[in-house]
């Protein structure tokens, strides 16, 4: 355990040093899922009521679409200067890889989510306060799903010429079961429903977590050693 | 569980990538202390090689030993060191940095100290403070040598190595090279320079369409 551990702790801290000095995810990403947000505020706002049932579609449309987004970014550092074959050789366990790569693009996707929910909010005129705690859990359990699917095809995708177009193509429809419970969780949430009345939907959001991180922990050795 | 070895054979290798069959059938061994350089055009199946010999693909048949090891493994990996033309490492990080993470990631017992060493051995001066997408290319060349021997691996692959280097820089390379053959390191190098292959070479192999088609001691 400890060997992964370590590996985990290093790949991460180095995702964190290069944003920190580049900021290109959080920037690129961010501003998209920003635009995304803002010009579908403009486009479908008609009144108080029709707000509220559309403002868990936009948020979850700009989080999703920042994701792949940020995905793609974080591994092409590994594709420029072919750093991700120094990453394969080193002597740790390759699932930890994965694992560093994934917290570190959850950090980035979770802060861009937390500028995306207030924006909408105000946009859509939201009273998020009240909602705080149970928007807050519904966003975390989305964003890890989709997180560890989507970093597990964004290697994957590393080595393939198209990869923006494979890893869009492949990952929507796959991550379609946590999407839709993250919608339809938030709409709950925001028509007033109770968290107890979403518990379901967040158990579907649970058992999607559980799978995709599973999924990726196991499969990314033998994907990357082809 | 620290393993060590003195010659790498491979039997029989095969490497299919879909309708392309990049290995058929080779057979070659490489031992400690010798310098054998892999010639051969493009296309005929020496990278291929290489990324199998440094487990980085997997042959579709045949078998890679290393002494008296065999499949794949993190022990075998940490006596594997690779240098090519691409430097592997993070342009947005430091020289320093860069060799930081790949120490942490061998998990060497005191890596400031091997660090430290390397710096100077490479003399990687106030440079290496900078990130690494700044160096020209003989700088980014000195920092992937010192990544690649951070571990002082038993088994060092070189591909295409002194691509776009000045002729200082391929002088320091060379020197490099002599300096890990001398530690007993089994180096295998791949190069278009048949000039450097000439000063390096002990043993050599020539590939054609993924086979064997001379080998011979120099």
Known sequence: ?226 | MAIDFDRVEVKGLVKVYGATRALVGVDAAFDAGTVTVIEGPNGSGKTTLLDILGQLVRPTRGTVRYGDHEGKSRALRAQIGILAHAAMIYPDLSARENLHLFARLHRLDDPDARIGALVDRFEIGRWGERPARTYSRGQLQRLALARALMHAPRLLLLDEPSTGLDVRAVERLERAVEAERERGAIVVLITHDSALADRLAERRVRLRRGKVVKEKAA
């Open chain 1, 1 to 226: 355990m400890r060997p992964f551990l370590a590996g985990t702790w290093a790949i991460l801290a180095k995702e964190m040093r290069i944003e920190l000095r580049t900021k290109e995810i959080l920037v690129t990403a961010g501003l998209f899922g920003l635009l995304v947000t803002v010009l579908t505020s403009l486009a479908f706002f008609l009144d108080d009521d029709t707000a509220r049932r559309i403002a868990p579609g936009v948020l979850w449309v700009s989080a999703s679409f920042a994701g792949v987004l940020a995905m793609g970014r974080a591994w092409a550092r590994e594709r420029e200067a072919d750093a991700i074959r120094g990453l394969l050789l080193a002597p740790i366990p390759r699932s930890c890889i994965y694992a560093g790569k994934t917290l570190g693009t959850l950090a980035f996707v979770l802060i861009i989510d937390a500028v995306l929910a207030p924006v909408v909010g105000i946009l859509f005129r939201l009273n998020l306060a009240t909602d705080l705690a149970p928007m807050a859990l519904i966003l975390v359990l989305g964003t890890v799903g989709y997180v560890a699917m989507g970093t597990l095809f964004a290697a994957m995708s590393v080595r393939t010429s198209a990869r923006d177009l494979m890893l869009s193509v492949v990952l929507f429809p796959l991550a379609s079961p946590g999407l839709v419970a993250g919608v339809v969780a938030t709409r709950e949430v925001l028509g007033g429903a109770p968290l107890s009345e979403t518990v379901e939907w967040l158990r579907i959001l649970g058992a999607f977590d559980l799978i995709a991180i599973v999924c990726g922990l196991v499969l990314f050795e033998p994907l990357m050693s082809d």
